[in-house]
């Protein structure tokens, strides 16, 4: 009886003084988190690139943080918990931005970007690897570059552009453009492999069927989802953990996990009242019969929602602050449902140069 007295003391006095930015005893290290990709993770860079006015850098954008400063949501993104949990004590700043601080990170993603094409006013991914090379001799050293994460999430646009113009694709068509482009997304992260990057968080595709933009624009009705967009980001997602496998065998030294996007925001439409999001077929801020358009644009008259919390999503494509944070949460804690072969936390101490012991499994659709 005393010796289970003192086991529960001792697992209160764990759980009382549990470090979150310690795994099994190792802390987590000082390195960088850089991000790639469109406007989930875009924290600025629009503005650099464009001469108009952005709508994310006026209210209600950053409306939970009294701050609209280009990013795509009412306040932070999920990168930002991210580099939070990671230690990293400034915000992750927009690399395209002037005079900003790059010493822990900084985001390349730009909204509209795609793998495929040349995008207007934005980048391609690989020319936000290119934009990083251009940076990195004068701001990171290789050792530091190597140790640090490097964020991905890109694609939607290529298949939101590509049903756009193709609505009467056949099956071979549209499995034939899955794989230019996951093909070029291989190319990609190679080219940031092959420039010292070696730990990769891949987020898979969200089902874009299912944004609100989405729903709106193909006149789908508040219960369903365009069918067809889910399943290219299914086939794309369903190409990413064998992609990411094979170069983990082959290439040394690469590391990664993959973040099982596509199943959190099913989940959370499925199940909304499970995770305390009321409304998740439209959006808290816009117009239209999903209030989709126009959030943040002075010449529109959008709705906005009076409280943003119990959405899902903030405008057509993207994900309030509460949603985020939960991302983030997960990104960096959850267990292989939701993120494997290992969660960010793992994936950040994890010995560099050391090859992968675990490797992505195809898994049935996430709980979390």
């Given at each position: 009886?005393?010796?289970?007295r003192?086991?529960?003391?001792?697992?209160?006095?764990?759980?009382?003084?549990?470090?979150?930015?310690?795994?099994?005893?190792?802390?987590i290290?000082?390195?960088?988190?850089?991000?790639?990709?469109?406007?989930?993770?875009?924290?600025?860079n629009?503005?650099?690139?464009?001469?108009?006015?952005?709508?994310?850098?006026?209210?209600?954008?950053?409306?939970?943080?009294?701050?609209?400063?280009?990013?795509?949501?009412?306040?932070f993104?999920?990168?930002?918990?991210?580099?939070?949990?990671?230690?990293?004590?400034?915000?992750?700043?927009?690399?395209?931005?002037?005079?900003?601080?790059?010493?822990?990170?900084?985001s390349?993603?730009?909204?509209?970007?795609?793998?495929?094409?040349?995008?207007?006013?934005?980048?391609?991914?690989?020319q936000?690897?290119?934009?990083?090379?251009?940076?990195?001799?004068?701001?990171?050293?290789?050792?530091?570059?190597?140790?640090?994460?490097?964020?991905?999430?890109?694609?939607?646009?290529?298949y939101?552009?590509?049903?756009?113009?193709?609505?009467?694709?056949?099956?071979?068509?549209q499995?034939?453009?899955?794989?230019?482009?996951?093909?070029?997304?291989?190319?990609d992260?190679s080219?940031?492999?092959?420039?010292?990057?070696?730990?990769f968080?891949?987020?898979?595709?969200?089902?874009?069927?299912?944004?609100?933009?989405v729903?709106?624009?193909?006149?789908?009705?508040?219960?369903?989802?365009?069918?067809?967009?889910?399943?290219?980001?299914?086939?794309h997602n369903?190409?990413?953990?064998?992609?990411?496998?094979?170069?983990?065998?082959?290439?040394?030294?690469?590391?990664?996990t993959?973040?099982?996007?596509?199943?959190?925001?099913?989940?959370?439409?499925?199940?909304?009242?499970?995770?305390?999001?009321?409304?998740?077929?439209?959006?808290?801020?816009?117009?239209?019969?999903?209030?989709?358009?126009?959030?943040?644009?002075?010449?529109?008259?959008?709705?906005?929602?009076?409280?943003?919390?119990?959405?899902?999503?903030?405008?057509?494509?993207?994900?309030?602050?509460?949603?985020?944070?939960s991302?983030g949460?997960?990104l960096?804690?959850?267990?292989?449902?939701?993120?494997?072969?290992?969660?960010?936390?793992?994936l950040?101490?994890?010995?560099?140069?050391e090859?992968?012991?675990?490797f992505?499994?195809?898994?049935?659709?996430?709980?979390?």
């Open positions: 009886m005393a010796r289970n003192s086991l529960g003391l001792f697992l209160v006095v764990t759980v009382l003084f549990y470090d979150p930015m310690s795994v099994a005893g190792q802390s290290p000082a390195v960088a988190l850089f991000t790639f990709g469109d406007s989930n993770f875009d924290a600025g629009k503005q650099s690139l464009t001469k108009a006015n952005v709508a994310q850098g006026f209210w209600p954008y950053g409306k939970s943080r009294d701050d609209p400063n280009g990013k795509f949501s009412d306040g993104i999920a990168p930002d918990f991210v580099a939070k949990f990671m230690g990293i004590p400034i915000q992750i700043p927009a690399a395209l931005k002037p005079n900003v601080n790059v010493s822990r990170g900084a390349f993603a730009v909204a509209d970007a795609t793998l495929l094409g040349a995008p207007v006013e934005s980048l391609t991914l690989n936000q690897v290119r934009k990083f090379n251009e940076m990195k001799a004068s701001n990171w050293n290789d050792d530091f570059v190597k140790k640090s994460l490097f964020m991905i999430y890109i694609g939607a646009n290529d939101l552009n590509f049903t756009k113009n193709n609505p009467n694709a056949d099956a071979s068509a499995q034939a453009f899955v794989t230019s482009v996951t093909n070029k997304l291989k190319n992260i080219l940031l492999y092959s420039s010292g990057a070696s730990k968080v891949i987020q898979t595709l969200a089902p874009l069927g299912c944004l609100p933009i729903r709106q624009d193909y006149n789908t009705g508040m219960d369903q989802c365009h069918e067809t967009l889910n399943n290219l980001a299914k086939q369903e190409k990413i953990g064998p992609m990411l496998n094979e170069m983990a065998r082959t290439a040394p030294g690469f590391q990664f993959v973040f099982d996007f596509y199943n959190v925001i099913i989940r959370r439409t499925q199940r909304s009242l499970n995770y305390r999001f009321f409304v998740t077929n439209s959006s808290c801020c816009g117009v239209g019969t999903h209030n989709a358009y126009g959030c943040g644009f002075p010449n529109v008259h959008s709705k906005l929602c009076e409280y943003q919390r119990s959405y899902l999503f903030f405008d057509g494509r993207h994900n309030t602050e509460k949603a985020q944070e991302f949460h997960l960096f804690g959850a267990d292989p449902n939701v993120i494997q072969p290992m969660n960010v936390r793992e950040v101490i994890y010995p560099v140069d090859p992968m012991r675990e992505w499994l195809p898994s049935t659709s996430s709980a979390r």
